[in-house]
């Protein structure tokens, strides 16, 4: 195992992507957005565009880190955090589309932080050159510019789009847009004692990554991981046992056979989430059908 670890890393570190690379695209596609995106949304203004690509690298890093320790790209989290600060920056005039498009922009930057990341390690478990890999990304996103536009296009003239009575009602764009309707009306609209709690558990997570960092590792591996604890917050309970019950299988065959899991536990794994995945299909073919589950749970008032 040591040997091919020595000899993936030596693949992977020969053919580095020169750091002058990254700040000169990042750059070139800052100017391309500050003449495109105003042109196309009037409402957003250069300056938007610029704080959009302030806060996308920053994000971007928080979202690779967590999708990193929990296999969860929580972009779309990340692009309502800029969704509240673009709208409140706006303002009542033009906050919500400018909060709207600047939670794409941003959420587009973030996601590919973290695909790009999964990419780069797929390619050192294969022994693939980092370069090829950045150059497949860069030919995927150049067709999905052209391929992603036109499919919606033909999708949105198709099909009844958004009408609520209708069978694609696009929920999701009700919810952003009322989300930046609260950004602009900034915080006397959010609930009660929101802003305590935010600040109750951003203090938690600090307080814990220094515990972490500054306790012995005997007994800083003990303190949890704010990042990792804040994935069930937001998915559901379901990934948390799912998570729980990986982890104590992987427990279990490391103290059994630690050498066999060392080798195994990433197979078995990878066909664990791709079973998972792989149900999403028939899944939507039923729920296509109109076929319910035969067993059904709900919660009604007694009232």
Known sequence: MLLDDLQRNEIFTKESIPLWLAYSGYAFFTVISLIA?????????????IVAYV????????????????????????GKVSLFILAALAGKDSGVVAGLVGCGLIKSVVSISADLM???KTGHL???????????????TAMGCVIAPLTFLLFYSAFDVGNPDGSFKAPYALIYRNMAILGVQGFSALPRHCLQLCYGFF??????????????????????????????????????????????????W?????????LMVPAVASGLICG????????????????????????????
């Open 37 to 49: 995106i105003p042109l196309m949304f009037p409402e957003v203004k250069w300056y938007y565009v």
């Open 55 to 78: 806060l996308a690298p920053v994000l971007g890093f928080c979202n690779a880190y967590g999708a990193g320790l929990t296999d969860m790209n929580m972009a779309y989290n990340y």
């Open 118 to 120: 999964h990419d780069f």
């Open 126 to 140: 294969t022994l693939t050159s980092p370069r090829s890999m950045l150059l497949s990304q860069a030919i995927g």
């Open 203 to 252: 203090g938690f997570a600090v307080v814990s990554n220094l515990m972490r960092d500054i306790f012995p590792s005997k007994y800083g591996r003990w303190v949890p991981l704010p990042m990792a604890m804040a994935v069930p917050f937001l998915v559901g309970a379901s990934f948390a046992v799912d998570m729980c019950i990986g982890s104590l299988i992987v427990f279990t």
């Open 254 to 262: 490391e103290k059994v056979d630690r050498g066999k899991a060392a």
């Open 276 to 303: 998972d995945g792989l149900w999403t299909l028939p899944s939507s073919l039923l729920a296509l059908a109109k076929i319910n589950p035969p067993i059904c749970m709900s919660f009604m008032s007694t009232r």
